[in-house]
């Protein structure tokens, strides 16, 4: 109930009263026009409702935060297009709830529109959000109100919902690519697009004659064309993918100021996931991520070639929530990692990993990363 309902109601109660006592036709007249202005209202509200059409949409499904200490804008579109070529709409409202499952995050809003008669608006609705995550944005109800506020007529309820990837900014970073590219001796159909190998299947380079040159290496074809001897330089096999640990472990007291540290850190471990793979991905390095699923009590795994894909994955990392038990996680990686060979790893956490030394995790290829702070800092370098 409005607060023009509830102003037209004692309105409405205080001319009955004065009508009773005191029938004159000034006061009739008045009691006329509170019923009659009211119906007029809600008839043109009726004329509005079947002649409006509302959508909910999202643009721009990524919002990449400015700085780490700056919230960020998760934008949605409410489209609403009123076909009256006659009655405008002067009020509208739209019930938004919004939740980052990631980080804990949720609300509700009210955002207010109007309409032109005739005419389509795209009303922008800004969610802010302090720290990283999926933020599930659904509009639940809209409704508009007649030229007075006295009645109000739903339009449109429970929209799709909504998701809109929180990132933070990338880190500059360096991690050798060399290291990473997984030299195999063994077949493979990916070769390094950065080093040279011993593999006469695919050619890295052509270039001339030196001294030292093996004569089986000798390009004889190019070598006529050119007039000069012309070498085939073989290409390096790689391995599949990479394989990148997450660890979801953030750890902290339920306090004020170890939540606000948790938040802190799970942002810096987001922050590193991102820079870690927009730094393999441009250099065509395959990762296959993994982590431990509490909720399900599974072992996920996403395969990320290409920029789109790692933007499913992280919508499928933001599903889960992050722990404070280290050792739930330990568990599941040993028993996952169980009969498997892994060429090279990388385990990336935010919380102290002395215990995966001695759980037996780390083995001679896998990397610890600890993304929060001074460790990090100098893989940068």
Same mark, same amino acid.
């Given at each position: 109930?409005?607060?023009?309902?509830?102003?037209?109601?004692?309105? &409405?109660?205080?001319?009955?009263?004065?009508?009773?006592?005191?029938?004159? #036709?000034?006061?009739?007249?008045?009691?006329?026009?509170?019923?009659?202005?009211?119906?007029? @209202?809600?008839? #043109?509200?009726?004329?509005?409702? #079947?002649?409006?059409?509302?959508?909910?949409?999202? =643009?721009?499904?990524?919002?990449?935060?400015?700085?780490?200490?700056?919230?960020?804008?998760?934008?949605?579109?409410?489209?609403?297009?009123?076909?009256?070529?006659?009655?405008?709409?002067?009020? !509208?409202?739209?019930?938004?709830? +919004?939740?980052?499952?990631?980080?804990?995050? *949720?609300?509700?809003?009210?955002?207010?529109? %109007?309409?032109?008669?005739?005419?389509?608006?795209?009303?922008?609705?800004?969610?802010?959000?302090?720290?990283?995550?999926?933020?599930?944005?659904?509009?639940?109800?809209?409704?508009? +109100?007649? +030229?007075?506020?006295?009645?109000?007529?739903?339009?449109? *309820?429970?929209?799709?919902?909504?998701?809109?990837?929180?990132?933070?900014?990338?880190?500059?970073?360096?991690?050798?690519?060399?290291?990473?590219?997984?030299?195999?001796?063994?077949? %493979?159909?990916? &070769?390094?697009?950065? =080093? =040279? !190998?011993?593999?006469? %299947?695919?050619i890295f380079n052509v270039r001339e004659f030196m001294d030292g040159d093996k004569i089986q290496r000798i390009h004889w074809k190019l070598s006529g064309k050119t007039g000069s001897l012309m070498v085939k330089e073989g290409s390096l096999p790689l391995t599949k993918v990479v394989n990148i640990f997450i660890d979801l472990c953030v750890p902290g007291s339920s306090s004020k100021k170890d939540a606000r540290q948790r938040h802190e850190d799970s942002n810096l471990l987001v922050q590193g996931i991102y820079s870690v793979s927009m730094y393999m991905i441009e250099h065509v390095i395959p990762q296959n991520?993994?982590?431990?699923?509490?909720?399900?009590?599974?072992?996920? $795994?996403?395969?990320? $070639? /290409?920029?789109?894909?790692?933007?499913?994955?992280?919508?499928?990392?933001?599903?889960?929530?992050?722990?404070? %038990?280290?050792?739930?996680?330990?568990?599941?990686?040993?028993?996952?990692?169980?009969?498997? @060979?892994?060429?090279?790893?990388?385990?990336?956490?935010?919380?102290? /990993?002395?215990?995966?030394?001695?759980?037996?995790?780390?083995?001679?290829?896998? $990397?610890? @990363?600890?993304?929060? !702070?001074?460790? &990090?800092?100098?893989?940068?370098?």
């Amino acid at each position: 109930m409005t607060i023009g309902t509830l102003l037209y109601i004692f309105l &409405f109660l205080f001319g009955l009263i004065i009508s009773i006592f005191y029938l004159e #036709f000034g006061t009739v007249a008045i009691m006329g026009l509170l019923i009659t202005v009211p119906a007029a @209202m809600l008839v #043109f509200l009726i004329c509005q409702r #079947f002649r409006i059409t509302v959508a909910v949409d999202s =643009k721009n499904p990524v919002a990449e935060k400015d700085e780490m200490d700056r919230p960020a804008r998760a934008v949605i579109t409410l489209s609403v297009e009123n076909d009256n070529k006659v009655l405008p709409v002067t009020k !509208g409202i739209a019930q938004v709830q +919004y939740e980052n499952k990631f980080s804990g995050e *949720k609300g509700k809003m009210k955002i207010r529109f %109007s309409v032109d008669a005739g005419k389509k608006r795209d009303r922008r609705i800004p969610v802010v959000m302090q720290n990283c995550g999926n933020v599930a944005i659904r509009v639940k109800k809209v409704r508009i +109100y007649d +030229y007075l506020s006295i009645f109000a007529w739903t339009v449109g *309820k429970n929209f799709e919902t909504q998701n809109v990837l929180v990132l933070p900014p990338l880190r500059d970073m360096y991690l050798g690519r060399d290291r990473w590219y997984n030299e195999t001796s063994e077949d %493979s159909d990916r &070769f390094s697009l950065y =080093k =040279k !190998g011993d593999d006469p %299947s695919e050619i890295f380079n052509v270039r001339e004659f030196m001294d030292g040159d093996k004569i089986q290496r000798i390009h004889w074809k190019l070598s006529g064309k050119t007039g000069s001897l012309m070498v085939k330089e073989g290409s390096l096999p790689l391995t599949k993918v990479v394989n990148i640990f997450i660890d979801l472990c953030v750890p902290g007291s339920s306090s004020k100021k170890d939540a606000r540290q948790r938040h802190e850190d799970s942002n810096l471990l987001v922050q590193g996931i991102y820079s870690v793979s927009m730094y393999m991905i441009e250099h065509v390095i395959p990762q296959n991520y993994i982590w431990y699923d509490r909720e399900n009590d599974v072992i996920q $795994e996403r395969i990320v $070639e /290409h920029e789109e894909e790692l933007l499913w994955m992280f919508q499928d990392l933001f599903k889960c929530r992050t722990t404070k %038990s280290a050792d739930e996680l330990v568990e599941a990686y040993l028993a996952w990692e169980e009969g498997r @060979m892994l060429e090279s790893a990388m385990y990336l956490t935010v919380a102290d /990993h002395a215990d995966l030394q001695s759980a037996g995790l780390v083995r001679e290829r896998l $990397e610890v @990363m600890d993304l929060r !702070g001074e460790e &990090f800092e100098d893989e940068k370098q």
